[in-house]
Each structure stands twice: as C-alpha cells, then as structure tokens.
C-alpha cells in the first residue's frame, strides 16, 4: 500500500528546547504508531516555521493577557509552505500539513476558549489541508513552573535536582496528551469524526479526561480510518 505523508512542522516561537525536543519524540511515537497498526501514514518533518513579531496579537485571557500569533496568519504560512513541497518535481503523495505551536490557538475575530479548543483547528484549501494543534494546553503549571525554574541562573544545586525529577514526570504526561492530540487530528484528517468510546477520537470535557483516554483509535474508528485510507487515497500530481 503507498503510503500518505502528512507534512509537519512546528513553529519555533516561544518554544524552549525541553519542549521541542519532546514534542519531536512525540512525533517518532506517532509514526511508529501508524506502522505497528498497519496505517500507510507517516510524518515527514519540512523544517520549522519562525514568524515575524509584527503580527503579534495580544489576547486577554483568565491568566492575563498572551501575547500569541493570530491562527489566521500561521495558517497562511502553514499553506504556503505545504504549496511549494507539493509543487516540487519529486514531490510525495502528500497533501496535508500538522503544525504544532506553543502558544495558545486564538483568532482575530474571535477568541477560543483554551480549555475549549485544545483539539486543535483544521481547514481545507482546494485539496489541501491545513492543521494546527496548540501543545499549551497539554503543558501543566507545573511543567511550565519548573521549566522557568530550571531556567533560572540562581538556581541551587538541590532544588534543580529535585526540579529535574518533577520535570521527567510532568514531561511524560505532556507527551502522552499531545500524542493523543495528534492522533485525534490525524482522524480527522482522514474523515473520523468524534465518537464516544475509550479511544482518542472521544473529545474530553477537562484534560484530566484526556488522560484517562487510550493512546489509539477504538476498533470501529480503527476500521473506518483504515478503509478510508484504501479508497480514498490521494495521488499526486
Ligand atoms: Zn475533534
Ligand atoms: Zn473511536
């Protein structure tokens, strides 16, 4: 069976290396995920996406004002970037691009609630498809508490190695939430909509659901992803 690559990238603003390092494990996960169950997907990394601080927005928000990136522009990047790689003369059968952010997902017309919309956005565009997922929701204060920690140049010997042992635990959470989150994407992408049993494409009400859910697709899921894998497959140019 050919097989479907979904562009991936990632947008480097107000992204520290702990997490970025963690969310391209994330991303190996994810493909060996497809490969142990049979799926003719994969990820292909196409570089990461740096945007200008001119369309910086300001959002108030529970937590204060965030400074972020209106979702408007990152999908213009995200579709301009997955252009040029389908327009390439070797290009893959692919048409369809995940970028993943750190900052929260929010619009200029209207906000999105965080806790809402952290299953992230898609679009589609003359044949091409567009997703972005936001990674801050699946960050607990905690992480985000002892990644400033860790920053910190004052920092002393015994509180880092106890940070550092938080840090593990709380990383460890961080992946499993966003692998689901890009596997609940990735269903979308090829036709699943939501669905009530143990199985990521179950949205939650609260991230501690979110936990509790399987890291993979429950069996119907599975079967309709797998067939529209087979008859609707996209052929390149
Ligand atoms: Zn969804
Ligand atoms: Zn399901």
């Given at each position: ?11 480097t603003n107000f992204l520290g290396k ?182 990521v494409m179950n949205p939650p009400a ?32």
């Amino acid at each position: 069976m050919a097989m479907e690559f979904i562009g991936f990238t990632y947008v480097t603003n107000f992204l520290g290396k702990t997490l970025r390092d963690a969310m391209f494990e994330v991303i190996d996960s994810a493909n060996r995920l497809f490969e142990d169950w049979g799926l003719s997907i994969r990820f292909l990394y196409l570089d990461s996406l740096t945007l200008e601080p001119g369309y910086l927005i300001s959002v108030k928000t529970k937590e204060g004002s965030v400074k972020l990136y209106p979702l408007e522009v990152v999908i213009d990047f995200l579709d301009y970037r997955l252009k040029v790689e389908m327009e390439k003369e070797d290009s893959l059968a692919m048409n369809k691009i995940l970028g993943l952010v750190s900052f929260p997902l929010a619009s200029r017309n209207r906000y999105f609630d965080i806790y809402e919309s952290f299953l992230g956005f898609q679009t589609e565009r003359v044949g091409r498809r567009i997703m972005v997922l936001s990674m801050r929701p699946f960050e607990s204060d905690v992480l985000r508490m002892t990644l400033r920690t860790l920053e910190s140049p004052s920092v002393e010997d015994e509180v880092k190695s106890l940070a550092t042992k938080i840090l593990r635990r709380e990383l460890e959470t961080f992946k499993a939430r966003l692998l689901k989150g890009i596997l609940h994407e990735v269903g979308h992408a090829f036709g699943l909509e939501h669905c009530s049993n143990a199985c990521v494409m179950n949205p939650p009400a609260t991230i501690e659901e979110w936990d509790l859910r399987p890291v993979g697709f429950c069996r119907p899921c599975m079967g309709k992803l797998k067939e529209n894998l087979r008859t609707s497959r996209f052929v390149p140019r």
